[in-house]
């Protein structure tokens, strides 16, 4: 017989068996990557529900491959098509936002919350009401209503593992110490493609420039954020309800590496940073593992082939968008809220040519003042009230746009 082998890690254990885990946005590219390391993981997990907005063929090539129990269209056009592929199957099928939702109370002990857009809201609020493992990839989550969702969170018992590379290097980092003495916590930017321009030629650049990532691989949205730097500002925000730190508290750092995520200083002067190749598969697999460590697929770190990592403070001037979210944060309410509806419609004017570059900020900028004016910024109590709030900001910033525009002919 075999001698135990000893125990090395220590904190939290897994508990035996196989993991259970739910997909919401099983067909995105974080649900990608996390069935990619479930496939490496083989039997050590089960997976019970799968989600997908609309590509039925894909959702059950997923479930039939996972064995899932349950999977869940979010449009119920795709439903017959769903249903086809899966017939025979024995696999549960369902369609419409109440199945996502039904996803989401399905009994897994752990939740991939990679759903985009507000209509995750509704589905990670469920899983964090019966207190699972809630791995949180969806940014409006925390940006609209991110209040609601962390007291829902403590209330039940449920643990929020940050996805997001930057709050997943915090999250590790943090563990270095005890809350009471961190002095300041850093997110790290790249500085997307526009960090050496000047602020004429930012001025005149074009969505096809503002799309040229350095680093990461996106879609169209984030990479225009990474542009203006309004990326960075919405992981203020998110920062500020994961780990409960005020504007004061939270810095960022450009590095355009992408090598050093996310640092923690803590009062006696040390920092502690997370490191890793700029690939999401890498806190994926932190969360999939935690509180244990799994094998990843992604490249390993060669410190001496990158040789030098650089940090250089944002410029305020050139990127805007972060002193406006530490407004917002500042303000707190509602104004996270209006600061990312009003971004999501200036991204889509600029990217029909309807702004430009720097009109994206400006834009989000008067919708936040509009918004103030018309006192329109309680915090929303529920996710109704954050859904009511963000239709209230696109049609404002629609109006606010033709004023603009109307001001500028
Ligand atoms: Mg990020």
């Known amino acids: 017989m075999a001698a135990p082998s000893p125990k090395t890690v220590s904190g939290p254990q897994p508990a035996p068996g196989p993991r259970s885990l739910t997909l919401l946005g099983a067909t995105g590219s974080v649900g990608s990557s996390t069935v990619d390391l479930i496939k490496r993981g083989g039997a050590r997990y089960r997976v019970e529900a799968v989600t997908a907005h609309r590509n039925a063929a894909e959702l059950a090539r997923l479930a039939r491959e996972l064995n899932v129990g349950f999977a869940a269209i979010a449009d119920p056009a795709a439903y017959r098509e769903l249903k086809d592929a899966l017939a025979g199957s024995g696999i549960e099928v369902a369609s419409g936002e109440a199945s996502l ?154 590095h355009p590496q992408s090598v050093v995520h996310g640092l923690v200083e803590f009062r006696d002067g040390s920092v502690v940073a997370q490191l890793g190749a700029p690939d999401m598969r890498i806190p994926i697999a932190h969360c999939l593992g935690w509180p244990a460590r799994i094998d990843g697929p992604a490249p390993r770190l060669d410190l001496a082939q990158i040789a030098a990592l650089n940090f250089e403070a944002p410029d305020p001037e050139r990127f805007p968008a972060l002193p406006l979210a530490r407004r917002v944060l500042e303000t707190g309410g509602a104004a996270p809220t209006v600061f990312n509806a009003a971004n999501e419609i200036a991204v889509g004017c600029f990217v029909e040519r309807r702004l430009d570059f720097a009109g994206i900020t400006t834009l989000v900028a008067a919708t936040l003042d509009a918004a103030e004016r018309r006192s329109v910024l309680a915090e929303p109590q529920n996710v109704e009230e954050a859904l009511a709030v963000d239709h209230m900001a696109r049609s404002l910033a629609q109006d606010v746009l033709l004023e603009i525009a109307a001001k500028a002919s």
């Open 101 to 254: 939702i039904e996803a989401a109370e399905r009994p897994a002990e752990w939740v991939m919350a990679a759903i985009s857009g507000s209509i995750g809201l509704k589905p990670t609020l469920a899983a964090l009401k019966r207190g699972a493992t809630v791995a949180l990839a969806n940014k409006e989550c925390l940006v609209c209503a991110g209040g609601l969702f962390m007291r829902t969170a403590a209330a039940a018992g449920a643990t929020v593992l940050p996805v997001d590379s930057e709050h997943n290097a915090v999250f590790q980092a943090l563990s270095a110490g005890r809350r009471e003495d961190v002095r300041r916590v850093i997110l790290t930017a790249s500085g997307g493609p526009f960090r050496t321009w000047s602020i004429e030629a930012m001025r005149a650049a074009t969505p096809e420039q503002a799309l040229r990532h350095p680093n990461w691989s996106m879609g169209p949205k984030i990479s225009i954020d990474s542009a203006t730097l309004m990326n960075k500002g919405l992981e203020l925000i998110e920062a500020h309800h994961l780990f409960a730190l005020r504007s004061d508290e939270l810095d960022v750092l450009v």
